[in-house]
């Protein structure tokens, strides 16, 4: 928690400082009200307190110890006090690290919205994504995976165009 | 609001349309709060995309629908799955999940459906009372104390959200006002932060933000998980017996008290105010040992809590402009988008609105309560359905919904980028609801000022003597300072005086 902070903390202040200086950048009298009306003000001044509050971030993660040890004291007694038990276990469906989930998640629905989207009919695009997605993810074979897919993005089809009279992308 | 003004609202909803309206976006909520993955805020954000060319009073209807459906249908997975199907019925999961594992699934499932209509019940008629006494105070709000509010529902949600390190929550908030400055701003027109991009120039809409944090991030950290959920499906008897309800007749009203209070709070949400009236039930419980063992008071507390929230999160919407939960600021950009303007002229405009409202969510209720007993034996059904299976269908809808606003791929990509940063965030502690918060407050808060400013030739003055912003300073203050070393430092001078005198 500790590192994340510290990394995070980085970040906050990297873009509020980008915004502090891209307020400064606006025209700061460009109407006969002058300064109080400027469009950079109140971007100007949440950007100073956002990296007020990052810096603080910053500081309390690579100086205060105590705060993160009592913080990992309070996680490990609510841990054992919650009554939820761990979710019941079944069949291992999926044996890859959990960051590789992610990226995997995440990399399908941006070539679904970056590259598919737009360029393919939507029914086509739509499919291609379930589809893919269900296999990867081991939900099925090929062949299952294509069936649930074209089912998808004729229903969704179907549904939003001619019920709901949504366009679609 | 009289008796009268509701009953002829409400008779006005007995069309066949509307009714027909009303169950299925009811059902459709009860489904998406059931699945984990989904949630009540993605369900009514999916629905304002998809409901966009419906009339204005139905889409009122089934957006009230989805969200009464929503935070109750999340009771169902907490009780069969162990894990709440949204954050609202995570405290749920305490005394449900047991009650099933001893065989009373079916008795859980019908307790938590009446108490969540009593809930409802509780808060829609706090609604119907407070909402007009409300709207006499927000008509002093003037743009002094709308600037103040918004920097006072910041500090309040960042505090509330993330107990254990407001600073999280407060960066999220702050980031939230900061991102919602991005676009066409309305005093001098100019394009802030777009780099010559039409789409930036037009802003960062809200609909694919609030898709994005509560329904994409939510979609990536189900996938995360390595294994798929057991699903209990054993039900049987599922009306619960009057006895067992009304023995705890103190805990229900208790338990909706703080419901409507923590609803009205800017932000903070139904997950709040169901673990507050469980600590609150378990402390004044003559049985606190049986909490979290399958205790029937346990799981009625919260989950009156969590749906009386539901109006009390609807009267600042209605009053203020401001949401008082996450799905609510999404039925406050439904409001928007429709033409209707809440906030304090709202009385003097459609004075019969807030009757409306009130007979929309009675109606909403009577559908939950008669889906949530009837239909609970197939509804298990939908569990089952493997997540590898759902979610890229989930994700489509979402894409959908977020694409139908404005018609712009943009649109679409924001929701994934927001999906993203939403993931992220909140595996590392920080709070999404005062980001969204912040974001939905932030022109507010930018326009109130420069108004503010303008009107007083730049005197700051007026922000810190104006009675209601000394009251609103105050009460931010206080909250800062009980989260600051202070009141430690307080207390240990104190301890030490009296070893002194002895």
Redesign the interface.
């Known amino acids: 928690?500790r590192r994340?902070?510290t990394i995070?903390g980085m970040i906050?202040i990297a873009?509020?400082g980008a915004?502090a200086v891209?307020s400064l950048m606006?025209?700061w009298d460009?109407?006969e009200?002058?300064?109080?009306?400027a469009?950079?003000?109140?971007?100007l001044i949440?950007?100073i307190?956002?990296m007020i509050?990052?810096l603080?971030?910053l500081l309390?993660a690579v100086l205060s110890k105590g705060f993160y040890k009592s913080?990992e004291e309070?996680k490990a007694a609510e841990a054992d006090d919650?009554?939820?038990?761990k979710?019941?276990?079944?069949?291992?469906?999926?044996?890859e690290p959990?960051w590789k989930?992610?990226l995997?998640?995440?990399g399908?629905?941006?070539a679904?919205?970056?590259v598919l989207?737009?360029r393919l009919p939507y029914m086509v695009s739509?499919g291609l994504?379930?589809a893919g997605?269900?296999f990867t993810?081991?939900?099925?074979g090929i062949v299952k995976s294509v069936l649930?897919g074209a089912f998808?993005?004729v229903g969704?089809w179907l549904v939003?165009e001619k019920v709901?009279?949504?366009?679609?992308? | 609001m009289s008796i009268s003004a509701f009953v002829t609202e409400f008779i006005k909803l007995m069309t066949p349309q509307t009714l027909f309206n009303a169950f299925w976006a009811t059902g459709f909520g009860i489904i998406v709060g059931m699945l984990p993955g989904l949630t009540a805020t993605m369900g009514v954000a999916l629905l304002t995309g998809l409901t966009f060319r419906f009339a204005t009073d139905q889409v009122i209807v089934i957006l009230i629908s989805v969200y009464v459906g929503a935070i109750y249908g999340g009771s169902r997975s907490a009780i069969l799955l162990n894990i709440p199907g949204t954050p609202a019925n995570a405290a749920t999961c305490l005394d449900g999940h047991p009650l099933a594992r001893s065989g009373k699934g079916g008795y859980a499932i019908g307790l938590a459906t009446v108490s969540s209509a009593i809930g409802t019940f509780f808060g829609l008629i706090c609604l119907a009372v407070f909402s007009p006494m409300l709207g006499d105070i927000a008509l002093s709000f003037k743009s002094w104390e709308f600037f103040v509010l918004a920097i006072f529902g910041i500090v309040i949600c960042g505090n509330l959200t993330a107990p254990k390190d407001p600073l999280k929550g407060w960066i999220a908030g702050l980031l939230g006002l900061l991102l919602s400055q991005i676009g066409q701003e309305s005093i001098q027109a100019y394009a802030r932060f777009s780099f010559g991009s039409v789409d930036m120039t037009g802003g960062l809409s809200l609909i694919p933000v609030l898709v994005g944090v509560y329904g994409v991030s939510e979609i990536i950290g189900v996938m995360k998980l390595p294994v798929d959920y057991t699903v209990r499906t054993k039900v049987a008897r599922i009306l619960p017996e009057l006895k067992d309800i009304f023995r705890y007749w103190k805990t229900i009203i208790r338990s909706g008290v703080i419901g409507v209070i923590v609803g009205a709070i800017p932000g903070v949400g139904e997950d709040t105010a169901a673990w507050i009236s469980y600590d609150f039930a378990k402390r004044g419980s003559k049985n606190p040992e049986e909490f979290g063992k399958g205790s029937y008071e346990g799981l009625i507390a919260s989950e009156t809590g969590n749906n009386a929230c539901i109006g009390g999160a609807i009267i600042p919407v209605l009053t203020l402009a401001i949401p008082g939960s996450a799905p609510a600021a999404v039925l406050l950009a439904a409001m928007w988008l429709h033409g209707i303007r809440p906030g304090p002229l709202l009385p003097i405009e459609q004075p019969q609105f807030i009757a409306t409202v009130t007979a929309i969510f009675f109606l909403a209720t009577i559908s939950m309560t008669i889906l949530g007993l009837s239909f609970v034996r197939p509804l298990v059904k939908v569990l089952q359905v493997p997540r590898n299976i759902l979610m890229p269908i989930i994700f489509t809808l979402c894409a959908v919904g977020s694409y139908a606003i404005n018609g712009r791929l943009f649109d679409v990509k924001l929701m994934l980028l927001f999906g993203v940063i939403g993931y992220f965030m909140r595996s590392n502690d920080f709070p999404a609801a005062p980001l969204v918060l912040g974001f939905i407050l932030g022109p507010m808060a930018d326009e109130n000022l420069r108004r503010a400013l303008i009107l007083r030739g730049g005197n700051i003055m007026p922000f810190f003597t104006r009675p209601i912003c000394m009251v609103l300073w105050g009460m931010t203050l206080l909250v800062i300072i009980s989260r600051s070393p202070l009141p430690g430092l307080i207390k240990g001078l104190f301890k030490k005086n009296p070893a002194k005198a002895a």
């Open positions: 928690m994340t902070d995070f906050i873009v509020a915004f891209m606006m025209p460009g109407s009200w002058g300064v109080i009306a469009p950079g003000l109140v971007p949440l950007s307190l956002l509050t990052g603080t971030l309390r913080l309070q919650n009554g939820c038990e979710q019941g276990q079944s069949e291992r469906l999926n044996k959990a989930r992610i995997m998640t995440i399908l629905s941006a679904y919205i970056f989207l737009g739509t994504f379930v997605f269900i993810f081991k939900g099925g649930i998808t993005s969704v939003f709901f009279l949504v366009a679609l992308p």
